[in-house]
């Protein structure tokens, strides 16, 4: 299976290498397999779901403690 690369966009518009270190703004440099992973991704059909439904997304950036904080507390918020 062929995959097209498509470019990759830092923050502000401008075009990042795949290999990069951040620049300012950015918190992390693209991994170099990222767009062949989002391409694989995005070749997938999506699932269809019955409604009403609601769906969470969590990302975090943050050190150890505060990180295992996050986790006890998302723990609870599943448990509830």
Request: charged fraction near 20%; proline fraction near 9%; glycine fraction near 8%.
């Amino acid at each position: 299976m062929a995959v097209r690369e498509a470019p990759v966009s830092a923050p502000g518009g401008e075009s990042a290498d795949a290999g990069s270190v951040p620049s300012s703004g950015e918190l992390f440099a693209p991994h170099p397999l990222r767009q062949l992973v989002l391409g694989e991704m995005h070749a997938r059909p999506f699932q269809l779901v019955e409604t009403p439904r609601v769906f969470l997304h969590y990302g975090f950036a943050t050190d150890d403690d505060a990180a295992q904080a996050d986790r006890e507390w998302f723990k609870g918020f599943c448990r509830a």
